[in-house]
């Protein structure tokens, strides 16, 4: 799916394809675009080369697919029409910038800790107990010979 296709979604429709809210997907092609260099050429600082194919949302797309979707980067280079290789470095790289730009960290373990939330104990009893089932004896598990069978 490219960012052509779906642009036209709104609300409820554009997170449950995408997987973040449309606020979120702006603020995170923001970021990308402005922590990457001015240069709109695949080696940054330089002015050589083909200019990028892919615009910055269809590469944001790229990275959520990944996630979201559990995607192999065949998959998903195949459907955006470039080399795996090439998929690879573009979400590990977006990967990289969105970890500098920290606007989209989880809190960690200290911030969990520090809030006080008052915790609810149930206590399921799971004890053993022996399961009915009717007695086997020997009757019921030894045939008893068949004289009558030709």
Partial sequence: MKWKSIQHLQGTSFKRLVGVNRE????????????????QHKVPG???GPKPSL??????LMLLMY?????TFYHI???????????WRLITGLEQLLIKSKLF?????KKLVE???QWEVVLIDASEHSIE????????IIRGKRKSTP
Avoid: W
């Avoid at 603020?27 to 922590?35: G, N, P």
């Avoid at 996630?67 to 995607?71: A, I, N, P, T």
């Avoid at 960290?105 to 373990?109: D, I, Q």
């Fill in 133 to 140: 089932r009717p007695k086997k004896s020997k009757d019921t």
């Fill in 67 to 71: 996630y979201r979707e559990y995607r």
């Fill in 115 to 117: 809030e006080t939330r």
């Fill in 55 to 60: 615009s910055k949302k269809d590469e944001i």
């Fill in 77 to 87: 280079a195949t459907s955006y029409g470039i080399s795996e290789s090439q998929c």
């Fill in 46 to 48: 330089k002015k050589r």
């Fill in 105 to 109: 960290h989880l809190p960690g373990k």
């Fill in 24 to 39: 979120t997907f702006e603020k995170m092609v923001s970021e990308a675009t402005r922590l990457t260099q001015n240069s």
